[in-house]
């Protein structure tokens, strides 16, 4: 499927890289021209050989969006590094151009549940953080109490003794 | 001033500390919102508790400062994305009835209407507006929008040659939508009739659908010259 990723930091980058090896159809967005290097961080060949698309814009900018192939594409992905601008833009793919699936990553819980709730996908990776951290915290309270092994997880068979 | 209202404005720049100023001294409660510190500190000396320290576009920022029983929240931070959350966040979640956003960079004007954020202010755009006012171009000028009933009033300058010039307002023919609603001939303004033959120099007021302006530029615009 053709994919447009807004926002090319170390997720969207990481993400473009990922879903054009796996066959995909990318195209990237971001106001930022330096952030084209941070594409090919681990590539073999210029993004563009392998098939990759870059635009320099802002998700806010129609003609940027139509330029980096909004109007077909599959999926959206806002991923820059403002929780408002992602939000905004994902409204903007969803209502404006019908993208089919859309998501935004929200930083901050609160704003990421309330927009989730309204109907705009949101990533929280903040969320995620703090729910493995809350089950390491507990292992380890477990642990503290006796009630588990005093290393966790054990991996009994390569144990050495 | 009628009922005291309570008002929230997210970003004290000059136009979020001006309002404040205005509406605290019309009696109205108001809590200014800031997030940079070095300004809030500044703000502060003056507005003591009208002001809090914090990003307006979280939510319990906003919790704080009371948006729960507000009756106004106006945006008019520097950032577009953040006065559009903002409001949204402010009617859709808060169900605060009146909202103003500012615009600051006139091309999101689209977004804002996107997100069901209205009413908004742009100064670009009002400077671009007083601009037109005094060099009108193509001889119109927009005198008032009525955004709600998808009309506005405009104003134009009947050119020497422009089609309309030496007709009877019946004979004109004028598409759907418009009404002439004044002349001002030699100082003197008059409503028109079917039988008023407009000359050219005449300023017409006219009541039309935006999406008419083309059209009626062709009556009363120079002949031949379109856009």
Redesign the interface.
């Known amino acids: 499927m053709f994919i447009l990723i807004v926002g090319v930091g170390r997720v969207g980058a990481s993400l473009a890289r990922t879903m054009l090896r796996e066959g995909h159809e990318v195209s990237c967005l971001d106001e930022d021209p330096e952030s084209h290097a941070r594409l090919e961080i681990g590539l073999e060949k210029p993004w563009e050989d392998l098939g990759g698309q870059f635009t320099v814009g802002t998700g806010l900018e129609i003609e940027a969006l139509r330029a980096a192939g909004i109007e077909r594409a599959d999926a959206f992905v806002a991923s820059t590094d403002g929780d408002n601008t992602n939000i905004v833009i994902a409204q903007i793919a969803k209502r404006r151009f019908g993208v089919p699936t859309v998501i935004a990553r929200v930083l901050d819980p609160f704003r990421a549940e309330w927009y989730e709730a309204q109907g705009v996908h949101t990533i929280c990776p903040t969320r995620v953080a703090i729910d493995m951290l809350e089950q390491e915290v507990r292992a380890a309270a477990k642990r503290a109490a006796g009630i588990a092994p005093p290393e966790g997880p054990v991996d009994f068979e390569h144990d050495e003794v | 001033m009628a009922d005291r209202m309570y008002v929230i404005i997210a970003g004290a720049g000059k136009v979020g500390w001006n309002l404040a100023r205005e509406l605290l001294e019309k009696g109205h409660e108001v809590t200014l919102i800031e997030e940079n510190r070095d300004r809030y500190a500044t703000v502060e000396q003056e507005l003591e508790h009208n002001i809090q320290y914090g990003d307006a576009?979280?939510?319990?920022v906003l919790e704080r400062a009371g948006i729960e029983r507000a009756d106004m929240v106006i945006a008019v931070t520097g950032?577009?994305?953040?006065n559009?959350?903002i409001c949204q966040?402010a009617k859709?979640?808060y169900g605060v009835e009146r909202i103003i956003a500012r615009v600051n960079?006139p091309?999101?004007r689209?977004?804002f209407d996107?997100?069901g954020v209205s009413p908004v202010v742009s100064a670009t755009d009002l400077i671009l507006r007083l601009i037109e006012h005094e060099v009108p171009e193509y001889g119109l000028v927009h005198l008032l929008d009525l955004a709600e009933e998808r009309l506005e009033i405009i104003e134009m300058l009947l050119a020497d040659d422009a089609p309309a010039a030496g007709k009877r307002v019946g004979d004109l023919d004028l598409p759907a939508g418009t009404l002439l609603i004044s002349v001002l001939r030699d100082r003197e303004g008059f409503v028109p009739t079917a039988d008023t033959v407009l000359q050219a120099g005449d300023e017409i007021l006219a009541v039309l659908d935006p999406k008419l302006e083309e059209d009626l530029t062709a009556y009363f615009g120079p002949a031949g010259e379109r856009r």
């Open positions: 576009s979280e939510l319990w950032d577009d994305e953040d559009m959350l966040v859709e979640k960079n091309r999101n689209e977004h996107l997100l």
